[in-house]
């Protein structure tokens, strides 16, 4: 990977006061309300999200597919929707379903999209970081989701681009070709790509992101590095027989803990974990003659606060 041209600015996107609405007159639902954030040059910058938040919808606009009801995006400090000639050369994307042509060969396809490009990385090459080099001449229709997955990334960084957006980089993927597909993604940030990500999956969110922004029905709900949004808070877990009672737990535990069981037999502290919190835990176990098991003091996740923030039920 080579580092892309210096656009002599901070940011490789920029959005301000976003707004995308659908529907007619009357009965118009806003996908995007406002959406306000950057994502920094040379960084990987996750947009998370539960379904329907309006991830898509934003990354479409950014892309230059759709165009925005009012607000401003920059992208590389120009306007995609006005300068999408110009962005096009220097701005990898992730072909979607349908993106890339069924009967189209793995090799061939990668090939053809190169071309398209001054200084392409080598296809060969590259099918082989991803594991394809077999499936080269395989048809896309008749490779498997994941090889299709690795296919499209393949398509999305060939092009040595200053900018890369990754919409679910890794579904699908197997333990081994997930890795490869971070260890690929850690190699473009050093090379100094910017890389806006959106992904499901917290561990890779975590794991990748130098900034991670969380958006709910159109809006920024939150957004930092991800050591900031988890702090330093840690929590005590522990299993033992289910319906303990919590609130007699809670009793003999410092002001503002909290405790939980969920799923049954599956325990959360919430608290200032100290020594002195770990022993008064035990100790009320040993009093009411439960048996801990797998008892262990961890921090919290970007999970955990993507769930606190978005809530729990599920989404369509």
């Known amino acids: ?46 947009l998370l999200g ?26 590389l400090g120009l306007d995609p929707a006005a300068d999408g000639r110009a962005l096009k050369p220097r701005v990898g994307v992730m072909p979607q379903s349908g993106g890339v042509p069924g009967t189209a060969r793995a090799g061939e396809f990668l090939k053809l999209v190169a071309s398209f490009h001054a200084t392409p990385l080598d296809t060969s090459a590259l099918l082989e970081r ?13 490779m498997s989701g994941g090889q299709q997955q690795r296919l499209s990334l393949a398509v999305a960084v060939v092009g040595r681009p200053e900018l890369v957006f990754l919409d679910e980089p890794t579904t699908g993927l197997d333990p081994q070709a997930r890795h490869a597909t971070w260890e690929l993604i850690e190699e473009l940030r050093a090379a100094g790509v910017s890389v806006v990500l959106t992904t499901h999956n917290m561990e890779e969110a975590e794991r990748l ?49 909290a405790a939980k069981e969920s799923p049954a037999g599956h325990y959360l502290i919430e608290a200032d974990v100290r020594p002195e919190l770990l022993a008064t835990v035990t100790a009320w176990c040993a009093s009411h003659g439960v048996m801990t098991e797998d008892l262990r003091i961890e921090r919290r996740t970007l999970e955990d ?8 039920e599920l989404r369509a």
């Open 209 to 257: 992101s130098d900034r991670v922004v969380i958006v709910d029905h159109g809006k920024v709900v939150a957004e930092g590095a991800p050591e900031e949004l988890t702090g330093a808070e840690r929590q005590l877990r522990f299993r033992a027989r289910p319906g303990l009672g919590l609130e007699e737990l809670l009793a003999a535990l410092p002001a503002g803990s």
């Open 1 to 46: 990977m080579t580092p892309p041209g210096d656009g002599g600015r901070d940011s490789a996107v920029e959005l301000r006061s976003l707004v995308k609405r659908y529907g007619a007159a009357g009965h118009e639902r806003r996908a995007v309300d406002g959406l306000t954030f950057s994502a920094a040059r040379g960084a990987v910058t996750a």
């Open 130 to 142: 991803l594991g394809l080099t077999e499936h080269a001449r395989t048809p896309f229709r008749r």
């Open 305 to 312: 606060v993507f769930l606190e923030l978005t809530g729990r």
């Open 50 to 75: 539960p379904n329907g938040a309006g991830k898509t919808t934003t990354i479409e606009i950014c892309e230059g597919f759709r165009r925005a009801d009012s607000g401003t995006v920059r992208v």
